[in-house]
């Protein structure tokens, strides 16, 4: 091999793991930004269990309000929005070139990373949006989002049908996130050599619990989109704080909502162990 193609190569390969590096570093920073908004969550809605959350919603429009009203908010914003930014890139990036792993270059793994690539950008122009003034961009009140789509969604052909198939596929999402974190699906993605002792108790105990929380509030969510469509009522599909709110009016009152509160509080810590642990 020639000197000019043995520097090329290794221009290349330096260039690669910059890429890498820097995607790493997205990834990890994402991953922290989605914690501080679940913690924030968790909190809000567990002031709701216990009297009232100062006229806040708990939802991604709570948890920013929260954290514009700190000092050097502003910045905050951006530090969260560019965190959670990066971590569509990164799962644009899986999409593309394959997600870490065995079988991370299958077609349905990358199909997953696609709809989280999807996903994080959504959150991610919200947060942004949220940062540079435009308090309904994104950001705002679920509940109303919600509505409006379910809204605009009816008056398409088979809206009625779209609804409900959305609704289910919520659903279906919500008891997979539960059901992947009791049976701790996340070991696969994590370094756990480097877990050992409490640390990795602590880890299990965030990641079951919150993951389950997580997985219930999504298909509450979803279960409201499939009562809209059956009853044809876009008021009846409900945001995440409506959603939030409902599990005090069940026989367990406040207590349900407060449990699930401190399981989106500890789905928070566990996306810092996944911003220090996880596999990229």
Do not use: C, N
């Amino acid at each position: 091999m020639s000197t000019r193609a043995m520097a090329w190569r290794g221009k290349r390969t330096a260039r690669q793991a910059s890429d890498s590096s820097a995607l790493e570093a997205a990834a990890r920073w994402g991953f922290g930004a989605r914690g501080v908004l679940y913690v924030l969550i968790g909190l809000l809605a567990l002031q709701i269990a216990f009297g009232g959350s100062g006229g806040k919603t708990a939802d991604r429009g709570g948890a920013l309000a929260q954290v514009a009203e700190q000092p050097l908010g502003s910045v905050m914003l951006w530090v969260l929005g560019i965190g959670l930014a990066g971590m569509a890139l990164w799962r644009l990036s899986e999409a593309i070139f394959g997600a870490a792993g065995p079988d991370g270059h299958k077609t349905h793994k990358r199909l997953l990373s696609l709809a989280r690539f999807v996903f994080y950008g959504f959150v991610a122009y919200s947060v942004i949006a949220f940062a540079v003034g435009d308090k309904g961009s994104g950001s705002g009140e679920s509940d109303g989002q919600s509505q409006d789509v379910t809204a605009k969604a009816f008056e398409l052909p088979g809206g009625q049908w779209i609804v409900g198939i959305g609704g289910l596929a919520i659903v279906g999402a919500g008891l997979w996130i539960g059901s992947r974190a009791a049976m701790r699906k996340y070991h696969k993605h994590l370094k756990m050599g480097e877990l050992t002792g409490r640390t990795r108790t602590a880890v299990d105990v965030t990641g079951v619990a919150g993951g389950i929380a997580r997985g219930v509030v999504f298909a509450g969510v979803g279960g409201f989109a499939v009562k809209a469509a059956v009853d044809y009522e876009p008021d009846k599909a409900k945001g995440i704080d409506d959603t939030l709110h409902s599990f005090t009016q069940t026989p367990a009152g406040p207590w349900l909502l407060a449990v699930i509160a401190v399981g989106l509080v500890l789905f928070g810590v566990f996306s810092f162990a996944m911003a220090r642990w996880r596999k990229i």
